[in-house]
């Protein structure tokens, strides 16, 4: 179309087909659910964001995309898609609810990077629960991993005084 601009605008074979491309801000909550496996990064985390913004307006399905979330979470093969669920969940208020039990019950999870999320999750207000500060520092003598590890020493730094009258306790 434009011959001597200098720019290219698409290089395809001729004769193949056009990309079909999803148009993520029509498509269901569930649907963006299951971008959370897509292969490829920009669909996931487009779908986690236009998730987050249908959470905070109000117009998400709450119930049937945590529960999808948390299934994902349960099932998932690798630690990449996990961790997906595991923010696709947070972005959406799934691991606030109760309190942040949810959270507390993850923190004894088999993969050491969700653990080490949900520390960051419970510490992200600055004010995490006395429960999870007493988890936390049975966790720091506990934990095998230097992952977990790092993530309570930099997330509860503020709490040096609280794991001091513990140990005194």
């Given amino acids: 179309k434009f011959p001597n601009s200098g720019r290219v605008y698409r290089i395809m074979p001729k004769g193949s ?3 079909k491309r ?3 801000g029509s498509i269901s909550d569930l ?3 299951g971008l959370q ?3 490829n990064d920009w669909y996931v985390r487009h779908a986690r964001v236009l998730l987050h913004h249908r959470a905070t ?3 998400l399905d709450a119930s049937k995309v945590h529960g999808e979330l948390e299934q994902m979470l349960k099932s998932a093969k690798t630690q990449g898609k996990r961790l997906r669920a595991l923010w696709a969940l947070q972005v959406t208020g799934g691991l606030s609810a109760n309190g942040g039990t949810r959270l507390l019950e993850l923190l004894a999870h088999s993969d050491e990077y969700v653990r080490a999320w949900s520390v ?3 510490c992200d207000d600055k004010k995490p629960s006395a429960k999870a500060l007493a988890t936390f520092a049975k966790m720091a003598e506990s934990d095998k991993s230097s992952v977990v590890r790092m993530y309570l020493a930099r997330r509860t730094a503020g709490q040096a005084r609280f794991f001091a009258d513990l140990a005194r306790s």
Avoid: M, S, T, Y
């Fill in 37 to 39: 496996n897509h292969p």
């Fill in 17 to 19: 087909k056009p990309i």
């Fill in 31 to 33: 649907e963006l659910v």
């Fill in 57 to 59: 307006a109000g117009k």
């Fill in 120 to 122: 960051q999750f419970l």
């Fill in 22 to 24: 999803l148009n993520l």
